[in-house]
């Protein structure tokens, strides 16, 4: 059984910044693609960042290049999004992901490829 556990959402103003952080309970952390996507009220679920297991490869949105960056400690099994440079339209659940997948972008941006979840954690961007 895997679970996803997110923390670090909350409310910050625009330009500012936060640090989301994923951690997962199994023991094969280190061999799963992570990933964070988003969901905004009345929107779909979109891909943010992928990072493979090995966190050698990264992947972005084009809306997000240049401001957020994901890593991830294996030791610690846990993967962290952090978000600069935030906007409004950054506002929206976000969801870590977890799956045995390769490593390339149209694997890793699909959410249908991910079979383990975690709750989710509000980021609200205020303008």
């Known amino acids: 059984q895997v679970q996803l556990v997110e923390s670090g959402g909350g409310l910050v103003q625009a330009g500012g910044s936060l640090r989301l952080s994923c951690a997962a309970s199994?023991?094969?952390?280190?061999?799963?693609?992570m990933a964070w996507f988003r969901q905004a009220p009345g929107k779909e679920r979109e891909f943010v960042a992928a990072?493979?297991?090995?966190?050698?490869?990264?992947y972005y949105a084009d809306t997000v290049k240049g401001r957020f960056t994901i890593s991830r400690d294996n030791a610690k099994k846990t993967v962290f999004l952090q978000m600069n440079s935030l906007k409004p339209e950054d506002t929206a659940i976000y969801y870590c992901?977890?799956?045995?997948?390769?490593?390339?972008?149209?694997?890793?941006?699909?959410?249908?490829?991910?079979?383990?979840w975690g709750q989710g954690t509000q980021v609200t961007v205020s303008s």
């Open positions: 992901a977890g799956a045995r997948a390769s490593s390339d972008y149209d694997t890793l941006s699909k959410a249908t490829r991910y079979s383990y």
């Open positions: 199994v023991r094969t952390f280190s061999i799963l693609s």
């Open positions: 990072i493979s297991w090995s966190g050698e490869t990264t």
